[in-house]
């Protein structure tokens, strides 16, 4: 399957080209690399032994998507990973947010449904649900607009609900809306990782370059939720193991809307995490409470029962795998892609 | 007060351009004439003695709205009529739906914030509503995006969202968020109106144009609801009422975010409306029961106690005060500004 992966150079995009590739298929990427790097390809070429083209440009740019077709194409699905993606960054920018995060997927579709593709996968996020009564999250649990605390995570489920329409509409079309919960880890090859430009907004990023001495000290937000330690507790995923989840949803599309949550279920929470890393580091990182964050849950993980019934797919590295494979890819590259 | 009216030469728009200068006001009007006509600024200088200009062009388009900005500002506010408006179509053609109403609000955003607006009017529904268990509607009844009906509601929903997170991220701006309940009548002159291309999708307009002869007959959706008569029951507002309202809302904007319901809180049912339009043409007019359309609610009404409260406003107009300028505009008008 011919496949084009917008925004595909990022984390989880560049994480799923690998899988596609090791199951056969045949990925493109487009991004405007403005928060990755272009050497992913050259990683992608030395793990996969297979060289991918990188489309330079914005994928809310109809011509952009127009000349990928072109260039590169058919494709017989998109899978739309570009977004910007900062929690807190949202609130500061929600214009930029709205804008960016629907216009791509816009164009993405105007282009792909001109040219026949068949199927669209969208990178949604657990954090449409917001309402800890309907914890562990199923797919049916309430996504609720105007009750979740940021743009970002509001600009994903406006998504959600423009992709159910334009699927309504176009009945032979299959939309796949893929919930990430906590993604993190890296390919065990210590060649691609997550590499957020500037201080990362999530904990595992932020606790890589902590061990590695480029930021001084790990913060807790909060200690006192009702949580078995007090810190809260989420549900993280390999990046590797999100990646298949990808490869299994396209494989399994049908025409049709279906959504699955990408999640291992088992809820972690933060104080486990970094004792996870300090072992994977073999040394104690510094660390210190602050007070909550407005928005933050204390909780939030999700039941994968239904991509495990549905696609056969079921999330199988452990939270030590996960801070073994960020240990390794922040040692090997401790000032990312281009440091 | 300098005003940008964005979809000005619309319905409501030209309506609320009249009101604007009658209280003093220089509303400028920007409009792609989509769905009216040039001829709204003939019609209007003609009710009011002024001339004022309209900006031919797209509102989803930075550099259209810049143009109107440096020909005619700079404003002081922008009031955001520009929308695609008619419900069935929404679901036939959502990405267009989606596409246009939102990226209209971000180009006129990115403007009137860099060129220092200190006030955006939006015009939103009362379809942003859908729990019967709410009624009478007040602003803060249950807004849930996953349960309305169509891509046009929820593209207004997700406009008031995005536009709340931008207020929040620009403090001095006032946001205000207009949510109508169902607009109808014209201007007493008979000159301007509302005159929807093709076959209507409201009511009223329908009514007026099987009254003059151009459609055989009214369709009355379900006679079967749970209401006095059985058929549906509607919050109608005459227009010019409406449009006071947005002069009122204009005058007392600060800092911050508000919204109004503007509805008169009477509901009204499509048997009492034909009635009325029937007492105004002074003629039966024929009408058979379909069946119910999906999506429709039995009854939506709102209370306007807010708009009362804080803005000084109150419809004062009748349903027959409605049907009478209907029928007036009708048939002044048989054929439209064009016709």
Same mark, same amino acid.
């Given at each position: 399957m011919r496949v084009l992966l917008a925004g595909g150079a990022g984390y989880v995009g560049t994480h799923t080209a690998i899988a596609l590739i090791e199951a056969g298929h045949e990925p493109v990427l487009l991004d405007d690399l403005s928060n990755t790097s272009a050497v992913v390809t050259e990683r992608i070429a030395e793990i996969t032994g297979t060289s991918i083209p990188l489309v330079t440009g914005d994928a809310a740019d109809d011509e952009v998507v127009e000349g990928a077709f072109d260039e590169h @194409?058919?494709?017989?699905a998109i899978i739309h990973f570009a977004a910007l993606k900062a929690v807190g960054e949202s609130v500061q920018k929600p214009l930029e947010y709205y804008a960016n995060n629907l216009d791509t997927t816009y164009a993405l579709l105007r282009v792909g449904l001109a040219r026949g593709i068949t199927s669209f996968v969208f990178s949604s996020t657990g954090t449409v649900y917001s309402d800890p009564? *309907?914890?562990?999250?199923?797919? *049916?649990a309430t996504r609720n607009l105007v009750e979740l605390s940021n743009p970002y995570s509001k600009s994903k489920l406006m998504n959600e609900v423009a992709l159910t329409d334009v699927q309504k509409a176009n009945p032979e079309l299959n939309v796949t809306l893929l919930r990430y919960f906590n993604p993190v880890g890296a390919h065990e090859s210590g060649l691609v990782g997550e590499d957020p430009k500037?201080?990362?907004?999530?904990?595992m990023p932020f606790v890589a370059r902590v061990a590695v001495g480029k930021l001084p000290e790990i913060g807790i937000? @909060? $200690? $006192?939720?009702?949580?078995p330690d007090g810190t809260g507790q989420r549900d993280y995923i390999h990046v590797v193991d999100l990646a298949e989840g990808h490869v299994k949803a396209l494989e399994k599309a049908q025409p049709g809307l279906a959504s699955y949550n990408l999640g291992t279920g088992n809820p972690v929470s933060v104080l486990e995490l970094v004792a996870s890393f300090e072992k994977a580091a073999g040394k104690d990182l510094p660390k210190s409470i602050k007070p909550r964050r407005e928005g933050d849950l204390a909780a939030t993980y999700c039941t994968p029962a239904k991509a495990e019934r549905e696609l056969g797919w079921k999330a199988t590295r452990t939270i030590d795998d996960m801070t073994r494979d960020v240990w390794n890819w922040q040692q090997k590259n401790p000032g990312g892609y281009e440091g």
């Open positions: @194409g058919p494709f017989e009564a *309907d914890l562990p999250f199923t797919e *049916d500037g201080i990362p907004n999530n904990l937000f @909060g $200690d $006192d939720y009702d949580t």
